[in-house]
């Protein structure tokens, strides 16, 4: 069935410091790739999307690209602030229907000043 | 102006007794869901109704009853709870799952204890 993997967290960077979070993915068809973020004690809140190969998608300062041939949808961002300490979560949406969600196990991310 | 909302955020409970959790959405969404995130943050779909039909229904044990009395409206009954039901759970909202735009909603999740 379909799958997402996400690298194992915690990940604890210093302010203004790259962020990469690395997400591939197992799935029939072609789905659409998502990144949630849950801040603590919240739910989560869709961060970007992407609906087909080399779409990029970005949202305040994040980036990630929907790469078909190597099954992947890392996310990134150039400098990290202490606000985006939270958790993310990859997740993609197969081809078949019903808008179920697959999601990732998570990564915390930890940012210091 | 809450657009998914759950009650109650916390429930703490002995095991064996039935409990529900209750979700509400005022985004005029059609389509609801229940997941549940365990202790490490994994997360996983549990049903989802549309217009009041069920249209997904994951392997989750007969104990977890689902209703939706109207589309707004999407509550979680749980008999019999188990050590295992601890959990946070959260619902969401959506377009129908055909619409062009079904970006998922979530609430802000209840956390549920089962001493």
């Known amino acids: 069935g379909d799958s997402v993997t996400q690298m194992e967290g915690p990940v604890t960077l210093s302010e203004e410091a790259f962020l990469t979070i690395n997400c591939t993915y197992t799935?029939?068809?072609?789905?659409?790739l998502f990144w949630y973020v849950q801040y603590p004690g919240e739910g989560l809140q869709l961060l970007l999307k992407a609906t087909k190969a080399d779409d990029k998608g970005s949202n305040k300062g994040f980036e990630a690209t929907y790469r078909k041939e190597t099954t992947s949808f890392h996310l990134e961002k150039g400098s990290v602030q202490v606000s985006d300490s939270a958790v993310y979560f990859c997740a993609l949406r197969g081809a078949g229907g019903y808008n179920k969600l697959i999601f990732g196990a998570g990564t915390r991310l930890a940012v210091h000043p | 102006d809450t657009a998914v909302s759950q009650t109650p955020k916390y429930l703490v409970t002995q095991m064996g007794n039935d409990k529900s959790i209750k979700c509400e959405q005022n985004?005029?969404?059609?389509?609801m869901y229940w997941y549940k995130q365990d202790s490490k943050k994994f997360l996983k779909i549990m049903f989802s109704?549309?217009?009041?039909?069920?249209?997904i229904n994951e392997t989750v044990p007969n104990r977890f009853s689902p209703k939706s009395p109207d589309k707004a409206h999407l509550n979680l009954h749980i008999n019999s709870l188990e050590l295992g039901d601890s959990a946070v759970y959260f619902c969401?909202?959506?377009?129908?799952?055909?619409?062009?735009?079904?970006?998922?909603?979530f609430g802000p999740g209840t956390r549920l204890t089962v001493l």
């Open positions: 109704y549309n217009n009041k039909e069920l249209i």
């Open positions: 799935a029939t068809g072609y789905p659409s």
């Open positions: 985004l005029g969404h059609d389509t």
């Open positions: 969401a909202s959506s377009q129908e799952p055909g619409a062009g735009n079904n970006e998922q909603f």
